[in-house]
């Protein structure tokens, strides 16, 4: 098939992609915009913890960056906003490379307690340094211009861009999982001494999959400060690592769908419940617990069993 | 007769246009609606000096309103913004956008205010701002949809730090809230002590929202040798600050820059009394906010409406006017319009007496200095405050020219 695309996963696609185009006729765009912007989030997510196995419990830390540099970028170079999604990118995956070299170094739960631990750092970071506003955030940061000249004003002019970056970090995303380096990251996932054995350098295929996926977080931050016209700190707590590892666990780990549908479950519940609150955090509490319980697999990866297709 | 195809169509037509007339005159008549968000802290630090206090007082002047709504309705919606100024810019964004709202109230934070106040300009709806306390609001930051109802960081460094210099406080260590309202408070009277050839021995912020052990910060303040301590900070953050000064029996004079009577309350008297601070309302001042008080204490009766709160009242109040004003239809269109017309409009209410908005924003009510009063003074709860002294509202707020407005002509 095209690209490797499967039958079923061609349907789904020409699906997703049909919703992504009709949606805003129904639903707020600007909640469309934030829902495919944490779902480009969780497909980054994934990449590592799905197809590498490894749980980067940090990940906030290249997002929320990227959202910083995005805005700054926007806010005080006035660059255009491409340029500003892919500098989001590039930091993300700058930071990536720097911590993603000190924790391959060791596995499992220590692997994801020193993403963490960096994670924190960097959150520091963001209080302390003067650019990030500490606090208050980067502010009023304007919608910049699609190739310094297409305004990016109009909701939905803005809203074909953030489809356009979310469905272009998707199929990069598949392309690399379905290509023979994908290949490679999945045999390390299910073995890695016998991929060592066989001559694969793994640390090297384990950081290029690291900065990959911290690269497409960075954008997808990126995305969502020009959205939105603001960066702040919520995007680089531990909260916001753990919120992805959820909407990642709540869609299906190792899917190529799963994280999609969990960033539009666990927004629509952030979004509906929003009045009432500190009852978001308890509501997805439950629904982790439930899930861990009933569906393992998570909502795809339920279905995919199911129907005996991969997803 | 003859009935050509013309004459046939022209009889259907009028036929057609006669029935459907009562219904789009009946249609012409639905009432425009216009939507009040009170958008505040409803579960954090700030939720007693705003949250459901606020929706009380805003329902509170939507009905006494009515009446004199003229070919219009108002609703008031709520969220909570959690502190966070992301949350708020983006609720704020779906209000206006999707559900219809016209003006967000209340706000407290000032970076979630800053962050309210641009998106409100971008989409032309009104900010009534009562519970952001920076000054930059109608300073660098003013823009043409914000009025700013109550108090500032000017006015209180200006009014409780006025008056702790003049008492002999002239050397001050500040402990700030790190974020908007913190430093611009802290800037407000550090220029205030500077001007009074006192000085500054230091200062510490701490992060916010979500600090509450401030002994670290309370140590460094003893040990800076500096005569008073000055609390740049509010809600339940002041009532740590204070509770734990008095535990560690701390020596220095405690200014508490920012303080309500909710906080007071949550103090108790014994740790609370003879603190100075600073309100532009108080239930007990006059007849009038008496009368508004016994209108909506039954509402909330856990906690009487401070200046915040107040603010809220009166500040619908004006907004409603103003639409009478300019009418239903051009209200609608233009949030500038509004403003334009509260500008105009001399307010006058129970809350705050008569008073008017200057035309960067800020509103222009007297100050007042309390004294907190000692528990063999007070006659039951919530009698707190002694007046020490009253700022006439010409005296009270930042000059025009000094606030650096970028709309306002010098």
Redesign the interface.
Known sequence: MIWSFSRPQLLALVVMLAVIGIAPAFV?P??LM?VMCFALFACAFNLLIGYVGLLSFGHAAYFGMGAYVSAYAAKSWGLSAEICVLLGGLVGAGLGVVFGAIAIRRQGIYFSMITLALAQFTYFLC?QLPFTG????I??VPRAALLGFISMKP?MAIYWMTAGVFLIGFLAIFRIIHSPFGQVLKAIRENEPRAISLGYRVDDYKLIAFTLSTFVAGCAGGMKSLV?????L??VTWQASGEIVLTTLLGGLGTIFGPVIGAVITNTLEFYL??F??WVTVTQGVIFVLCVMLFRRGVVGEIAAKTKVSL | MEISRRKLLGTVTTAAATTALPMSRARAQAKPVFKLGVLND??GPYRDTGGITSVICTKQAVEEFSSLMQGYTVEVV???H?N????G???A??WF??DGVDAILDVPN??VA??VS??AKEKNKVHLNTGAATSDLTGVQCNENFISWNYDTWMLAQSTGGATVKAGGDTWFFITA???FGHKLEGDTTALIKSAKGSVKGSASY??PGTTDFSSFLLQAQSSGAKVLGLANAGGDTINSIKQAKEFGLTMDIAALLMFISDVKALTLEVAQGLHLTESFYWDLNDGTRAFTNRVKSKTPDNWPNMSHAGCYSGSLHFMKAINKIGATAAKASGKAIVEAMKSLPTEDDAFGKGSIRQDGRSLFPSYLFQVKKPSESKGTWDYYKLVQTTPAEQAWRPLKDGGCPFIKA
């Open positions: 707020y600007v909640f934030k209080t500490g606090e208050d955030g502010q009023q909701d939105f016209g603001i960066a702040s919520t995007d929003a009045p609150g500190s | 409803q579960s709520t969220a909570d959690q966070k100024p992301d949350v810019a983006s609720i964004r779906q956008d999707r000032s970076g800053l962050a641009a998106v790190d974020y908007a992060p916010f």
